[in-house]
C-alpha cells in the first residue's frame, strides 16, 4: 500500500526517506502531514526545545501557602484570588 518516499529536509536540505513503516505509523496515529526534517535535525529540535523547558522551568516564585502560612516556591505568578499552597499541603489536599 506504501512505498517510500524520497523528501528533502527543510533544516539542512539534505535527502531522507520517509518509508512505507513510517507512513504507516503516521495514518496509524492520524498525522497528516509528512515529516518536514531528516532525523538528525529532528533530535537536534527535540534536544533544543528540552533545553529551552528545563530552563523555563527552573523560573520560581515566592509565595506563601494559605494553609500552614509557610513560604513556599511555586513554578507559577501567584494571583490573590486564588489559594497557593506548600508542596506538604498541597500532598494533604490532594
Known amino acids: 500500500m ?3 518516499k ?9 535527502e531522507f526517506v520517509f518509508t512505507a513503516g513510517e507512513q504507516e505509523f503516521y495514518e496509524q496515529r492520524g498525522f497528516q502531514n509528512e515529516p518536514k526534517r531528516c532525523k538528525a535535525c529532528r533530535d537536534k529540535k527535540k534536544a533544543e526545545s528540552r533545553q529551552r523547558k528545563g530552563r523555563n522551568s527552573a523560573k520560581l516564585y515566592d509565595a506563601v501557602c494559605s494553609e500552614c502560612g509557610k513560604p513556599a516556591k511555586v513554578p507559577f505568578r501567584p494571583s490573590e484570588d486564588r489559594p497557593v499552597y506548600c508542596k506538604d499541603c498541597y500532598q494533604k489536599i490532594r
Do not use: A
Not at 524520497?6 to 539534505?14: A, E, F, R, T, Y
Open 2 to 4: 506504501f512505498e517510500d
Open 6 to 14: 524520497v523528501l528533502n529536509c527543510q533544516d539542512c536540505g539534505q
